[in-house]
């Protein structure tokens, strides 16, 4: 019986925590964000000197108070998964626990020769609004096209790679030494900030037929900047398609689109 309680409540702890279509889970992440942005503006103030010095102490409070939400949290999550390992070793079983583990380290890092390690260790707190994004609908939408264009988007980097390693061996041998093109991986580096049409200006060809292969360079650089954004458009757009997929009995929005049961009416869609 009391085993019939623990699994009853596991479960309903499991639909508060982890599923956002249910009053009860929609108020906890409600609740788990407001306190995500309060411990990042911590941070944020904690590295402001005038801030630190007046009020240090009260952010120190917080952080703890935060700190101790937070390891609840994810111990909560932990136990009431149905697979407490592979969210541990998850992506974001990952961010929750980097999230208050540098608070539990600066403890045991004592000592004035460790105070900046300490203080490096505090900061991987920002890693907290890598949390955000379990509450961002369109974070899942933008995550699957970015998947979609992966091969394509590689493909396209290689021939970048490809192209600004030729162009900056060309310029190396047009331009030589002279020019401040002292070496391939520098003439390479060249073709890399003109092609992104970022510019230093700290390398520059002199000769005509360099400045020629610089301004062809630049022309390619405005096409090229588009063809990435071109492929993800045309994924984020499919992505958002199947992401609009509803139950055809109740209607309501699945809660992925790889679900092949609706989770209001268990339909099998």
Known sequence: ???????????????????????????????????????ILSVFLESVASVRARYGHIIHVFEWLFT???TVEYALRIYSSHRPWRYVFSFYGF?????????YLSLMLTGAQYLVVVRALRLLRVF????????????NILRAALRASLYKIVVFLTSVVTLVTIIGTLMYIVEGEDSGFTSIPVSIYWAIVTITTVGYGDISPQSPLGQFLASILMIIGYGIIAVPTGI?????????????????????????????????CGTRV
């Open 68 to 70: 101790i939400l937070f």
């Open 1 to 39: 019986m009391k085993k019939n309680r623990n699994d009853l409540f596991r479960k309903q702890l499991y639909v508060i925590i982890f599923r956002s279509d249910t009053p009860a889970g929609k108020l906890f992440d409600l609740a788990l964000l407001v306190f995500i942005l309060l411990s």
């Open 232 to 264: 993800v458009s045309v994924e984020m757009a499919r992505a958002t398609e199947e992401a609009k997929r509803k139950c055809p009995h109740c209607h309501h929005a699945l809660h992925s689109p790889t679900d092949k049961y609706c989770a209001h």
């Open 128 to 139: 907290r609004i890598l949390k955000l994004t379990r509450f961002m609908y369109e974070g």
């Open 95 to 103: 961010i929750d626990l980097i999230a208050f583990l540098p608070t």
